[in-house]
């Protein structure tokens, strides 16, 4: 039962969740705090929380956050997890809820979002950003290009850290540029770019730290990690105490700071993001540049004018920056001023060159941070995605001195302020419209009227500022507090010391001008603001600048920028510029807010400074958060959802409700008791202005559930198991039905793929035709020797498939041979003499083939014992009945052919009528065709021999493969088309004639020639 409903808005709190957790610590959302106008309640509330380790409260979707100063093991990956696709309310207050909450609704709402964090230095709005975007790598799908994205998003941040963090007395990793960060996910949410914006980088940190604070961190990695050989090249001692620049604040080492290890990490991290080793090179001549550049010392002429002393410096700067030493040396003890058209060289005095060294410095860092972010954006670059946005700037500030820097930050807050403002009211509005619900103005205080007082055309403070830039003449400091009294001075959130009364007069200094901001007041010194607004570099060092040979300086320092005799933008106008297009992209977006809160000054675990934090609360607005957000209604719930849970404490709506669902949840708050005031109904939600209203209801439910008894518990218990149980199915049924898409996914891009080179897309679609070949040849194996089908093989696999059916045929043949009795053999080799002799030679051949040779055709009883007896010791190998034809008159006379292991007998009842001698047998015809007529020729010299044979057998083939077998003749059966030849004794010759006819004949012809018909599909 616990749910959130999505409000235009973002996420509305769900009560019940809220209210089981009410009694732990404190409540999860101060919405729930019954006095909510208290601040002192408020701050209770974040202490009881904050000494049980909860850092986290909400306001509504607002999360506030407080600075644990310890690692606190809720940023695992089981926590991530855990808070993976959850309703925002389902589980404690946590940064991955907001995350979660903000890809999600890009992904299902599909609009760009944004995360806006903000807080005083030091309250972990870096450490939020990282972790949002840590939550994002491990939690979103990917891929192997993601995997780079991935890393150079997270890689992005050392990178930055090192240039752009330094130690601060508030914090020792303090970022000193404000930040926005595009995190792009394609339409599978994975992420695929970034985009990074930088604003207003403190570039005054190069040359000046106060007492206690550092520079950059890079100078003081490069120095301590840095190889011996690279600190050569770069003319660099490890030792930061040598450069005037990293000693301005006397700490050139923190605690808790390893700059050596750092700088290992930063370089990892510089090549993942795509620097080339020459691009590294020069960066880091840059670098080490800005050091010689401070180390760079004057000594005064009698006539005041500045001279170079250390001439070292110079020759490295030449190399380091690629520019001609003498040209440089000039330009750092000179101004050049264009009067009527005429160059004009004049010398500066010491103060003047040195404030020139410095503005040089803190021009050539400046540029090359912002040169590395647009490196860094090129890496990420990214088209078409949906996006998260992250906001991780600078809070509200404070110090003893303001100055210009104070100015511009808290100008920056009062813009977000209002952005805020604007976005929560008009999301609060339209669902009351939504709703129909008639919407009941909120007062807060509109800060327009501050942004107005400080970017107005004309009016304002930095137009006013920028006139007194631009001025010739004596403009100065005090000419600008001047002017704002002049011209602003009747504001009603602006103040001097001479305009203001005595009381606050004692607590404002005569240099100073204060502002009433939304979040309180704050005095700005003007000293320096001038300077620092002009921000200008003298020309001739912007010119030695432009003939570098350093490629990063190129394109940091351009030539048309010399060329263009308009005056550069000032500092406040292009942060007036920069932030009113921040404005625009956060306006674009769905905004979420997380709120940072430092706990104590001393950087320490457990330490709840109220003072510290009651400034903060203050100065964030958290007050005024609580107070919009409460303004109308503390909660609203869908009928339904409302319905469902608090059913069981009016007789008319439980077990269940029939009608309308608006109906029944006015019957319920009717029966309760709701006032008209405590409630309103909407359209499709209930809406209720008091959180008390709700406790009551709340526990009124708990004691109800003790009396609904045993039966009811066991219903609900069976509810609820059976409610497990079929989200488990429809896990398993969702599991198969993507696991069943992916595999037709895969499929289709495989067969896309199928005639390229094996690759990612088409091995899973190559690898299933191999194995469907494979199987389907394993059902499909030819059975018999003689079987000669085999599958068709995919391309890739015919020579396997080849070798495959040889491997096969060859076992098949193996084993058969080796099932062959010696009877069948025998058999089967009289059948290959046959094949020899007659296959495709004579047309009754293929009859004979399937039918089996016999051993003989006549056994002993059948032959006539004196023939046997005549034939002696002979042995009979074959005896089959035949047809003889006379030699004249070609009458038929019957006999028996027998086949001893000498010679071929032709016997007529108990006489031996013929012998032919193997080794006489000259040779054996036959026709082509299907008749069973053969001649045994014999040689005519033979007197012994009446002439040749013409005989006939019904099994032709077996007869004469026994006959070329027993007289070793198979070379010697000649097969006839036509007609035969053969002699009959006394020289004289007769000629058989084949053809072929409907019936057997055999008989003289009117010719003398045998004729010999055979049927077309003759016996044998
Ligand atoms: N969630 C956290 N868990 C543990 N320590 C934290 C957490 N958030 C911040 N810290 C600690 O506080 C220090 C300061 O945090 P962080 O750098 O994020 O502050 P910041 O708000 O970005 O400050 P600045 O405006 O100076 O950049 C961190 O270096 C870290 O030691
Ligand atoms: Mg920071």
Redesign the pocket.
Known sequence: FLRRTLGSDGVRITMESALTARDRVGVQDFVLLENHTSEAAFIENLRKRFKENL?YTYIGSVLV?V??????E??TKNHMERYRGINFYEVSPH?YAVSDNSYRSMRTERRDQCIL?S?????????????ILQYYAVTCPASDQVETVKDRLLQSNPVLEAFG?AK?L???????FGKYMDIQFDFKGAPVGGHILNYLLEKSRVVHQNHGERNFHIFYQLIEGGEEDLLRRLGLERNPQQYQYLVKGNCPKVS?INDRSDWKVVRKALSVIGFSEDEVEELLNIIASVLHLGNIQYGGEDSGNAYITTDTQIKYLARLLGVDGLVLKEALTHKKIIAKGEELKSPLNLEQASSARDALSKAVYGRTFTWLVNKINVSLAYKNASVIGLL?I??FEVFQHNSFEQFCINYCNEKLQQLFIELTLKSEQDEYEAEGITWEPVQYFNNKIICDLVEEKFKGIISILDEECLRPGDASDITFLEKLENTVGGHAHLTTHKLTDGKTRKVMGREEFRLLHYAGEVNYNVNGFLDKNNDLLFRNLKEVMCMSDNKILTQCFDRAELKDSRRPETAATQFKTSLAKLMEILMSKEPSYVR?I?PNDA?QAGRFDEVLIRHQVKYLGLMENLRVRRAGFAYRRHYETFLQRYKSLCPETWPSWQGKLADGVSTLVKHLGYKPEEYKLGRSKIFIRFPKTLFATEDALETRKHSLGERESHVSHAVVVQAWWKGILACRRARRRREAANTIRRFIKGFIYRHNERCPENEYFLDYVRYSFLMKLRRNLPKTVLDKSWPTPPTALIEASERLRKLYMQNMVWGYCKRINPEWKHQLEQKMVASEIFKNKKDNYPQSVPKLFVGTRLNGEEINPKVLQSLGSEKMKYAVPVTKYDRKGYKARPRQLLLTSNSAVIVEEAKLKQRIDYAALKGISVSSLSDGVFVLHVPTEDKKQKGDVVLQSDHIIETLTKVAICADKVNSININQGSITFTMGQGREGIIDFTSGSELLVAKAKNGHLSVVSRNNGGI
């Open positions: 850092i956050s600075n644990p100063y310890k690692d606190l809720i940023y940064i964090i807080g005083e230095s030091g309250a972990g709005k870096t450490e939020a950003s990282k972790k963090n601060t508030r914090n020792d990793n303090s970022s000193r808790s991780d600078y809070g940072c430092k950087k």
